[in-house]
Nanobody, 122 residues
Framework: QVQLVESGGGLVQPGGSLRLSCAASGSIFSINRINRMGWYRQAPGKQRELVAT???????NYADSVKGRFTISRDNAKNTVSLQMNSLKTEDTAVYYCNARGGIGVLVSNYWGQGTQVTVSS
């Protein structure tokens, strides 16, 4: 099993910045199986959507709505993934969830953090 703990959420004004962090912990076997980590978000009344992902070979993927504003990164030594959010908009308001995916095929596992609230408001 893998446990994910997010931090860094809060209230910011439009145009401001915020940095989210996610720390992964668990068995060495499970941690070593992780091949992709990322961030998803869910606003009230909406479905959870992908924000950004980063693979074990540092390939990144971003939602069109955040390209150029958000940057995802990882620190393998610390088993963490971060999301730097700049030029925040009110539309970015949501609960942000850290995600980790491990394994391949039928042995794929998905792990989720409990979420951290990001509110962008003036």
């Amino acid at each position: 099993q893998v446990q994910l703990v997010e931090s860094g959420g809060g209230l910011v004004q439009p145009g401001g910045s915020l940095r989210l962090s996610c720390a992964a912990s668990g068995s060495i076997f499970s941690i070593n199986r992780i091949n992709r980590m990322g961030w998803y978000r869910q606003a009230p009344g909406k479905q959870r959507e992908l924000v950004a992902t980063i693979t074990s070979d540092d390939s990144t993927n971003y939602a069109d709505s955040v390209k150029g504003r958000f940057t995802i990164s990882r620190d393998n030594a610390k088993n963490t993934v971060s999301l730097q959010m700049n030029s925040l908009k009110t539309e970015d308001t949501a609960v942000y969830y850290c995600n980790a995916r491990g394994g391949i095929g039928v042995l794929v596992s998905n792990y989720w953090g409990q979420g951290t609230q990001v509110t962008v408001s003036s």
